[in-house]
Structures are given as structure tokens and as C-alpha cells.
């Protein structure tokens, strides 16, 4: 005769087995971070946490980053502006320089060849604030 206990322990055993197997899904909460240094990336950088939209000033704690980037690894999904003004000016803003700022998607980057506003440029050493944004 089949028990009511070996059809609750089957299906219980089952239910089990398919939540362990299911990936888990990367929490919303979990903050996207940026890859920054002054070698090449991946090896020797700082990993930095980033609000979408909020500007990253290289002050404080990454004061000595300030005008030091040479590499950057920004997150599939993200586009990271690198700027060499702090408080993220941008071209045609403020005193801002032409060509006074970079956008990168993601991917590993060297600065000394990313593109710039009127094609490649050389934008090493030049970084000052950051500001990065989900595609």
C-alpha cells in the first residue's frame, strides 16, 4: 500500500533537488564596480564601487589615482565616462577642453588608445573624475 509519508518525502526530496540546481540570480542591491589603475588591467588595479549617474571625484582615498589612470575594466552593461576634470565636466562645459573627456563601454581598456570625441586618442594619466551608467 503506498504511504502518504513516502509521497511527501518523494516530492519534498524532488522540490529539493530542483532548488539546488537553479542558478542563483545576482541581487539588484549588489553595487556595479569599475576596474582602475595605473598599470595595464587586469593585475595591479582598485576595484571601485559605482552609483549610476554619480560622479567619482579621484580625491581622498583615490587622490593617488588623480591624473595616474592607465587601464580600466568597466562591467558588461555599463558605459563609463573617464573625465580629466574632477566633478565630471564635460566638453564645452566650464573651462573643459576639447577632447576633455572619454566614454568607454564595457571592456578592458588602456588609455593610450580609447575613443575620443573626433576619433582615438591618447587619454593616459589624464583622468580625474568618473561617472558611469547602465547601458
Same mark, same amino acid.
Given at each position: 500500500m503506498?504511504?502518504?509519508?513516502?509521497?511527501?518525502?518523494?516530492?519534498?526530496?524532488?522540490?529539493?533537488?530542483?532548488?539546488?540546481?537553479?542558478?542563483?540570480?545576482?541581487?539588484?542591491?549588489?553595487?556595479?564596480? $569599475?576596474?582602475? /589603475?595605473? +598599470? =595595464?588591467? %587586469? &593585475?595591479?588595479?582598485?576595484? !571601485?564601487? *559605482?552609483?549610476?549617474?554619480?560622479?567619482?571625484?579621484?580625491?581622498?582615498?583615490?587622490?593617488?589615482?588623480?591624473?595616474?589612470?592607465?587601464?580600466a575594466?568597466?562591467?558588461?552593461?555599463?558605459?563609463?565616462?573617464?573625465?580629466?576634470?574632477?566633478?565630471? $565636466?564635460?566638453? /564645452?562645459? +566650464? =573651462?573643459? %577642453? &576639447?577632447?576633455?573627456?572619454? !566614454?568607454? *563601454?564595457?571592456?578592458?581598456?588602456?588609455?593610450?588608445?580609447?575613443?575620443?570625441?573626433?576619433?582615438?586618442i591618447?587619454?593616459?594619466?589624464?583622468?580625474?573624475?568618473?561617472?558611469?551608467?547602465?547601458?
Amino acid at each position: 500500500m503506498f504511504s502518504y509519508k513516502t509521497l511527501f518525502a518523494s516530492t519534498l526530496a524532488a522540490v529539493l533537488a530542483l532548488a539546488a540546481a537553479a542558478p542563483a540570480k545576482p541581487s539588484p542591491d549588489v553595487p556595479a564596480t $569599475i576596474e582602475i /589603475g595605473s +598599470g =595595464n588591467c %587586469p &593585475t595591479g588595479g582598485v576595484t !571601485v564601487p *559605482v552609483v549610476s549617474d554619480a560622479c567619482i571625484n579621484l580625491i581622498g582615498g583615490l587622490s593617488f589615482l588623480d591624473k595616474e589612470i592607465s587601464g580600466a575594466i568597466v562591467p558588461g552593461g555599463f558605459v563609463c565616462t573617464f573625465f580629466q576634470d574632477f566633478g565630471c $565636466i564635460a566638453t /564645452g562645459t +566650464g =573651462n573643459a %577642453p &576639447t577632447n576633455s573627456e572619454v !566614454v568607454l *563601454v564595457g571592456g578592458t581598456w588602456h588609455m593610450s588608445n580609447v575613443p575620443g570625441l573626433s576619433g582615438p586618442i591618447n587619454f593616459n594619466d589624464l583622468t580625474s573624475s568618473i561617472s558611469c551608467s547602465p547601458v
